[in-house]
C-alpha cells in the first residue's frame, strides 16, 4: 500500500468514527433529570474551586442545595448524585471528581449501603451514562455489569439505536457539553405532597450491621478521603419508611462512630430541623426547595462546626450568588417569613 493510499484510508477511518461518535451522541437518552448537564457540568467548573464536594443517590440531589449553602456560609459545592446511584458506583465518582477538585468534606447521603446492589439497569445507566470516559467509568462497569452484558455499556448505540422514532430537537443540541450548572447539580423542585415522615429514635432496636460489600466501600471511601487531604461526612436524608429501617440507622451510627466519621441523621433530628410532612416533600423519600433549604441550613452548620471549614473568596461566587438570587432566594425567604412569624 502507497503513502497516499494509507493516508487515504487514515483519514476515511478518522472520518468513519467522528460519525459514529456524532451518531452516538445523538441517539443517547437523555433522562428527565437532566443528568448528563448536571454531571457534565460539574467538569466545566473550575479546578480547585469546591469545598465541599456532594455524592449519592437522588435522596442527596433533593438534600442538599449548594446555592443555600453558600449564600449561608460560603462554602462552595457541587452534587454529583444520581437516581438508585450503587455504592461501589459512587466510589468511583469520589475518585473521578478528586482529579481536579481538593474539597475539604466529601458528603455521602448514605442510605444506598443498606442496599448496595439496588437500582436495577435504568439506575446504572443514569449513573453511567453522562460520566466521561475514564478508568473509573471503565470500574463501574466491570464491577457491577455482569461479563456477558457489557457490549452496550462499553458502546451503548447498540442500547439505545432504536430511539431514532422518538428523537427530538433536544437530541441534536449539545451545547451543555461547555456549559455549568446554574443550581450545582442540585434538583429544584417545588411541589408539594403530604408525606409521613417523622422523628425516629432508635433506643428501642437492635443494630443491624451492615452488609460487608457496604463495609469495605465506605472504608475504601474514608481512605480515599483522607489520602486526598479531605475527610468523608455520611448523611441519612429524612424518609417516610425510616421507621421500617430504624435497625440499619442504628447500625450506621455504630459504624461511624466505630470509624469516627460524622453522621449527620437528619431522621433523628427531624422535629428540631422543623420539617413539615404537608409541604417540605415532593414524595415519600424526597425533599423539595423548602425542605432542602431547612436540610442545607443544619449541613452547613455542621461543615462548619465539625471541620472548621473556612470560606475563601473565588471569581464563581458571584455566578452562584446570582443564581441563588434569581432561583432559590425567594423561597428561602417565605421560610425566613414564617419562622419570624412563629
Known sequence: MSKKERICLLAFLALALALVFAVWQVFDRKTACRYTEKINGFFN????SMDVLCYGSSRMYCT??????????????????????PLAAT?????????????KVLLLEATMAFSPGAGGEGALRDCLDPLPWSENKLAIIRTLVPEGERSSYYFNLLKYHQR????????????????????????????????????????DV??????????????????????????LMLLAAPYAWADEERGSLKGLH???????????DMNEVYDSLGFDAERDFVDEGHLNVYG?????????????ARY????????????ISAAYAMRIEPFVRELNVESEAA
Open 292 to 304: 432542602s433549604a431547612k436540610a442545607t441550613r443544619l449541613i452547613g452548620e455542621t461543615l462548619l
Open 206 to 231: 437492635e443494630a443491624v450491621p451492615l452488609s460487608e460489600e457496604s463495609l469495605a466501600v465506605l472504608r475504601d471511601m474514608k481512605a480515599l478521603a483522607e489520602e486526598n487531604g479531605a475527610q
Open 64 to 85: 442538599l442545595d449548594p446555592l443555600v449553602l453558600h449564600a449561608e456560609t460560603g462554602l462552595r459545592s457541587y452534587v454529583l448524585a444520581t437516581q438508585q446511584q
Open 308 to 319: 472548621g471549614l473556612t470560606p475563601e473568596s473565588h471569581p464563581a461566587d458571584a455566578e
Open 254 to 264: 455504630a459504624f461511624c462512630e466505630d470509624e469516627g466519621i460524622v453522621l449527620l
Open 91 to 103: 466510589y468511583c465518582y469520589m475518585k473521578e471528581s478528586l482529579k481536579t477538585q481538593s474539597p
Open 45 to 48: 467548573e473550575p479546578a480547585e
Open 164 to 203: 431514532w422514532k422518538e428523537l427530538s430537537a433536544q437530541d441534536f443540541r449539545f451545547d451543555w457539553r461547555g456549559k455549568r450548572d446554574p443550581l450545582r447539580g442540585y434538583h429544584f423542585m417545588e411541589i408539594a405532597r403530604p408525606e409521613t415522615c417523622a422523628q425516629q429514635s432508635y433506643a
